[in-house]
């Protein structure tokens, strides 16, 4: 398991108690720390895009209008700089965890 949040390199927290390991439920890994994860804007309360999620004024952006059911994404934050550090990280430096 990493120590270490994949985009500043802070601690992460993914100590098990006993609780968890007794509810037999998977093990999911943090890769971010709390920190980053508020640094991410969520999609919660704007104008989005009906089939993918991502920010729009229009009921269907112009990807989904041109892609047309070829690929479905859901967008869960928005592509602030945030992101944009993470996406930078898990392309360009290898953190494929």
Known sequence: MLK???LYNRGLNNNLDLSFILSFR???PKLVCEGCITSFSTLVDHKTCIRCGKLSAIL???DCQQ????FVNRAMFQYDEAM???????KF????Y
Not at 93 to 96: C, L, N
Request: net charge negative; aromatic share 20%.
């Open 4 to 6: 270490n949040c994949l």
């Open 67 to 70: 892609w047309n059911d070829q």
């Open 26 to 28: 998977k093990i999911t």
């Open 60 to 62: 269907e952006c112009a």
């Open 84 to 90: 944009r550090n993470f996406f930078q990280h898990y």
């Open 93 to 96: 430096q290898g953190d494929y």
